[in-house]
Every structure is written in structure tokens, then in C-alpha cells.
């Protein structure tokens, strides 16, 4: 296993208590949309053991062509012990990122596309947006949805609809589950869906209640986990 050892360029702050962790680029590092990561502070690996306190499971928010990696994740006034730390940290601290792959690449394969998000979830979603942006090929349409009760939704500058992609924001769980129910009219289509358990759970029962196969199901979880999931 390769673990890459790489500096804090910057830190951005998305909306309110939401930031981008933006990492040097180590340049055999590499990765495709959709992509996670483990992620992890300085003495993870001190011991026989790894520290799981301070390793996290995270996705990477850009794509290799921006170069940096962007970690996204909510950090709020009262957080975990690794949260915590990982706001006490400086530029050019070193954070370590290892075991990196993607569950979620877009899926080019003549059907329409539908991203299913909560909250900082939608991190997930951006790089798929932006390599669909590119190369909108296999992809008749793509539309994003994503619910968030703060209100203050994020990455407002790729989350714009065109002629071929639509973003659609709500911010209470009726108006989504409403909306949900729309997009499951689509009989062909395919849904990821990114956010809690208790998200999946939910977004899963509803979309087949509508009719929607598990394999139009596409989950940021590894295979053993996603039968679970689907599971009626």
C-alpha cells in the first residue's frame, strides 16, 4: 500500500462551517471522478495498528486536471477529536491520503444520469459534473439534485444548469422526496445517491416504490454494501 504524504496548499471556505482542503498534487498521483480516499493525520500509523481516530473515509472533490486535490467536509464549532485537528492545522502541515478509488464514475452508457445528494454530499458529484461538462458523451442528460437546510448551497459555480445539465437545490426532506418521485419517471435512468445511511435507506425505498430497479442504483459503497442496501 503507497501512502502519500502531501502538504495543505489551501483552505476554502464553501459555505458555513464547510471547507475545501486543497493538497499538493504528488505526480504519480492519479484518480477519476467519483473517487474516495482515506485520509488521514500525522501518527496514523505510529503503532502495529493503524489509529482509526484519526483516519476518515473521504471523497475527492476536484478533478487531476485542476491540479490539487480537494478534500470537502463540514467542520463545525463542536466536532470529533479529527476534526478538530484537522482545523488546528497550517498551510504546509502534511496530511496523508492512501487507498484511493472510485464506486461512482459516470456512467456513459446512453442514459440519463441523476445525482441524488444531502449537504456536503454533493462534493461527491462535482468532479462527475465537471467530466460530464467536458465530454458530455453517453449522457443524454444529467440533473443534480441536492438537499441542504442551511440554505447556503455549495459550489454554486459548477452547480449551473445548461441545455444538457440541471441543478436543483431544496432545502427541506418533503420538497425532495417530491422531487424524487418526478425523476423516477424516468424508467431508464440511472440514480447515484450520495449521503447518509439513513439518506440511502430512505431515497432507495422511495425510488423503488417507484418502479426503479437496484441496477439503475448506483451507491459510493463497496459491493458487499451495496447488496445490503438494495436489499427490499
Same mark, same amino acid.
Given at each position: 500500500?503507497?501512502? !502519500?504524504? $502531501?502538504?495543505?496548499? *489551501? ?29 488521514? /493525520?500525522?501518527?496514523? &500509523? ?11 473515509? +473521504? ?7 485542476? =491540479? ?7 467542520? *463545525? ?7 478538530? +485537528?484537522?482545523?488546528? +492545522? ?12 472510485? &464506486? ?5 452508457? %446512453? ?19 465537471? #467530466? !460530464?461538462? #467536458?465530454? %458530455?458523451? =453517453? ?14 448551497? /455549495? ?20 420538497? !425532495? ?7 423516477? $419517471? @424516468? *424508467?431508464?435512468?440511472?440514480? !447515484? ?11 432507495? #425505498?422511495?425510488?423503488?416504490?417507484? %418502479? ?7 451507491? @459510493?459503497?463497496? @459491493? ?5 442496501? /438494495? *436489499?427490499?
Amino acid at each position: 500500500m503507497q501512502i !502519500y504524504w $502531501t502538504p495543505i496548499l *489551501k483552505v476554502e471556505e464553501e459555505a458555513r462551517d464547510t471547507y475545501t482542503f486543497k493538497l499538493e498534487l504528488p505526480a504519480d498521483f492519479t484518480w477519476e471522478e467519483g473517487a474516495h480516499t482515506h485520509f488521514a /493525520l500525522e501518527g496514523f &500509523n505510529k503503532e502495529d495498528k493503524p489509529n482509526r481516530t484519526l483516519i476518515r473515509h +473521504m471523497s475527492i472533490s476536484t478533478l487531476p486536471h485542476e =491540479g490539487m486535490i480537494g478534500i470537502t467536509t463540514r467542520v *463545525k464549532p463542536e466536532c470529533s477529536t479529527f476534526k478538530s +485537528m484537522l482545523r488546528d +492545522m497550517n498551510i504546509g502541515d502534511k496530511v496523508a491520503i492512501f487507498k484511493t478509488h472510485s &464506486n461512482v464514475p459516470l456512467k456513459r452508457v %446512453g442514459k440519463n444520469v441523476y445525482l441524488l445528494s444531502a449537504g456536503v454530499g454533493l462534493a461527491t458529484f462535482r468532479p462527475l459534473v465537471l #467530466a !460530464y461538462l #467536458a465530454n %458530455g458523451e =453517453g449522457v443524454p442528460h444529467l440533473h443534480s439534485l441536492n438537499v441542504d437546510s442551511s440554505k447556503d448551497y /455549495l459550489f454554486s459555480d459548477v452547480f449551473e444548469s445548461t441545455d444538457s445539465f440541471t441543478a436543483e437545490f431544496v432545502d427541506n426532506r418533503p420538497d !425532495y422526496y417530491q422531487q424524487v418521485e418526478m425523476l423516477a $419517471t @424516468d *424508467k431508464d435512468g440511472l440514480f !447515484y445517491v450520495v449521503g447518509s445511511d439513513d439518506f440511502l435507506h430512505e431515497t432507495i #425505498a422511495l425510488l423503488r416504490r417507484n %418502479g426503479v430497479t437496484p441496477n439503475q442504483i448506483i451507491l @459510493d459503497k463497496h @459491493d458487499f454494501q451495496v447488496e445490503d442496501f /438494495l *436489499k427490499v
